[in-house]
């Protein structure tokens, strides 16, 4: 069976797998702290990164996590609702730029503009969500 993938599906697909790959800086980061053995072993919760931009990167992906339950599930359920429209697909698409300019603004420390690429990606959750209610 070759199913069409809708723009928002792909778009939440590109948006997880980029979610799934951020946590290797941050592991490499400990890697090169405590060694290779230590890092293997289960993570103490107590130690934090010495590098201050591992702590955002770790910061950024909980905040990533966090934000694909919300997108992910708008997204299924506007395919669920057969609600899509032309806005829905560049919600995505917006979506998934702010959150991969959110990612690596978090990570090098730059708050105001880390804020607003987040309200971006908000503002991409928010037009999802209220199509499929019927407020957009």
Do not use: C
């Amino acid at each position: 069976m070759t199913a069409s993938l809708s723009p928002e599906i792909f778009w939440l697909v590109a948006v997880t797998l980029m979610t799934g790959m951020v946590w290797m800086p941050y592991i490499v980061n400990r890697i090169v702290e405590h060694g290779l053995w230590t890092a293997l072993k289960n993570p103490d919760t107590d130690t934090q990164p010495k590098a201050k931009w591992a702590q955002r990167a770790e910061a950024a992906h909980k905040n990533a996590v966090e934000n694909l339950v919300v997108f992910g599930v708008l997204v299924l359920a506007l395919v669920v609702t057969d609600t899509q429209t032309a806005m829905t697909a560049t919600a995505a698409v917006v979506f998934f730029y702010a959150r991969a300019a959110h990612l690596v603004i978090y990570i090098l420390g730059i708050p105001l503009i880390r804020t607003l690429a987040f309200f971006i990606g908000f503002l991409a959750q928010m037009v999802v969500g209220l199509t499929i209610v019927g407020g957009v």
